[in-house]
């Protein structure tokens, strides 16, 4: 069996909305976070127990993106919200790729959920936002 070592890279994964990068800035743990909300399939049972498996089509899919509260980031994902919400919703593209492994994920339609709580400390915190999008590619693969 052969060895494999690999060198993982938080800064090697891209986030664009609305063909706007946010490259900086990212949340000092978990920065990004890819959810379906909806299972792939189900399962049923007749009263015999015959079985049958549901494929369910439902793929929207939450993308949360932390950034630290002093990013320059918050302003480019503030703007595409109020855009978005002067325009009555208008969806705009989102891409996530990891640059050294093939986990991709593409939407045309996605949209900001709703401007993030924020909050004032002693020491600078993060802010949370949340997208939604109906991916048209979503591949989960290694880094």
């Known amino acids: 069996m052969a060895n494999r070592t690999t060198v993982y890279s938080a800064n090697a994964i891209t986030f664009t909305l609305a063909t ?3 490259e900086s800035g990212r949340g000092p743990d978990e920065f990004l976070k890819i959810e379906q909300q909806a299972d792939d399939f189900s399962h049923g ?14 793929k929207y899919t939450l993308l949360t993106l ?7 980031g918050n302003g ?8 978005s919400m002067i325009g009555g919703g208008l969806p705009a593209p989102v891409f996530v ?5 093939a986990s991709l994920l593409v939407g045309t339609d996605a949209l900001i959920i709703k401007t993030p709580d924020v909050t004032y400390a002693k020491e600078a915190g993060t802010v949370v936002w ?12 290694g880094h």
């Open 130 to 141: 949340v997208v939604g999008v109906d991916p048209d590619i979503n591949v989960v693969g």
């Open 45 to 58: 049972a007749g009263l015999d127990g015959e079985g049958v498996w549901n494929e369910l089509l439902d």
């Open 97 to 101: 790729k990891d640059r050294k492994g």
């Open 66 to 72: 932390t950034l630290m509260q002093t990013s320059a």
């Open 20 to 22: 706007l990068g946010i």
């Open 76 to 83: 480019v994902m503030w703007g595409i919200h109020k855009a």
